[in-house]
């Protein structure tokens, strides 16, 4: 398969698409990859650009060098937020858009979303991390609220992300001592879903995405709704978006093809119509 990279506009973070994976790599690694501004608008713009892209079905959001990412990079963080000036309310407003930029972004993306950790994934990398649909990690990497080490109390959505998975016991648990969560803790608690070593991981992250990148983009989409919305509708909701997606993805060429290739006992190879 060829690769075709992407004009982001920064070289803090690279982006490219192999087949039908598009890989977005955080590339700040003198500060392990930390959310700057550049960084972070990086992401917007790549993630911009691989949903309006037909042939991107699966991304892959990974860090450079050996870490995923930090988290904010402290050393901007206030101007980042104040703008200059100590304004409460501004300060406030700017944090949650960033975090609508980005961690809500990445939760509500149309398309599978897969966080590949090198390393370390702390404070807001790994509420960013979380916020993604699947997590494979190398045996080096681990989970780290952080926001304790630095008198804070955590954003971009960890504390909900990491309670959807682990319930509210453990997820204060985590936050209350800010301790690492490593590979195979991670693994045990359902916050990885698959676990590699170092050597293999890049090969590992491939096929891995892959796997996913050759089911029908349609019915991705719609689990990824169905599975979303679980975390608050009730029932009866539930019920009725899901006689929705299924009438919408019954009706669709992909179902049609995947049909006709369990008939005559084939792989079925899906255009995403």
Not at 14 to 24: E, F, I, Y
Not at 51 to 67: F, K
Not at 98 to 106: C, D, I, K, N, P
Not at 190 to 217: M, R, S
């Amino acid at each position: 398969m060829t690769t075709r990279h992407l004009d982001i506009g920064t070289s803090q973070l690279l982006a490219s698409v192999t087949g039908h994976v598009a890989t977005l790599v955080m590339n700040n690694p003198a500060k392990r990859n930390a959310l700057s501004a550049d960084l972070g608008a990086g992401l917007a713009r790549a993630l911009d650009l691989a949903e309006a892209d037909p042939d991107v079905r699966v991304v892959v959001l990974t860090g450079a060098e050996g870490a995923f990412c930090a988290g904010g990079d402290i050393s901007t963080m206030g101007d980042a937020l104040t703008g200059g000036a100590p304004d409460v309310d501004a300060m406030v407003a700017r944090l949650r858009r960033s975090q609508e930029t980005l961690s809500l972004r990445v939760y509500e993306f149309p398309k599978p979303v897969i966080a590949a950790l090198p390393g370390a994934a702390a404070g807001a990398g790994m509420s960013l991390a979380l916020a993604c649909d699947l997590r494979i990690a190398a045996t080096s990497g681990f989970l780290a609220p952080a926001f304790g080490a630095i008198a804070a109390s955590g954003d971009f959505g960890g504390s909900w992300y990491l309670t959807q998975l682990v319930g509210p016991g453990r997820a204060k648990e985590i936050y209350f001592s800010s301790r690492r969560i490593g590979a195979e803790e991670g693994l045990a608690l359902g916050l990885f879903n698959k676990i590699t070593p170092d050597v293999d991981f890049a090969a590992a992250t491939a096929a891995y995405a892959e796997q996913f990148a050759q089911q029908a983009p349609i019915a991705l989409r719609c689990m990824k709704e169905n599975i979303n919305r679980a975390a608050t509708a009730d029932l009866r909701s539930a019920l009725a978006a899901e006689a929705t997606g299924m009438i919408r993805t019954l009706l669709s060429d992909d179902h049609k093809a995947a049909a006709q290739a369990f008939f005559e006992k084939r792989k079925p190879s899906f255009k995403g119509s």
